[in-house]
């Protein structure tokens, strides 16, 4: 599974709807903290060092945008499994009781 999920333009689409789904939240604290580094190592460091090893920092903080994206999928299956559970069972009760809907 994770070697289907983690890939590259997945993890790209992850990240970014992170921190789509953070703005949309208004959580702009949160996401200025998450990404101030990744920022500084763009715009700064990448000037000066272009090696693979002076970017290994960046790395936690989008991981933890696609965290967010993966996260907000799982709670609205979550939510929607409970719905549907909820509407089925009200339904089949509707319909026991002679109360077709």
């Not at 994770?2 to 997945?10: A, C, G, L, P, V």
């Not at 959580?27 to 090696?51: D, N, W």
């Not at 920092?57 to 907000?72: D, K, R």
Request: net charge positive; aromatic share 12%; glycine share 4%.
């Amino acid at each position: 599974m994770q070697e289907n999920i983690f890939k590259t333009d997945r993890m790209q689409l992850l990240i970014v709807m992170g921190i789509f789904l953070l703005a949309l939240a208004r959580r702009s604290r949160t996401l200025m903290i998450l990404l101030a580094t990744p920022a500084y190592y763009l715009l700064v460091q990448s000037v000066f060092h272009t090696e693979y090893r002076y970017t290994l920092a960046i790395h936690p903080f989008l991981f933890v945008m696609a965290a967010v994206a993966l996260y907000c999928v799982a709670v609205a299956v979550g939510q929607g499994a409970r719905s549907a559970y909820k509407l089925v069972t009200r339904n089949r009760a509707d319909w026991s009781s002679g109360r077709a809907a």
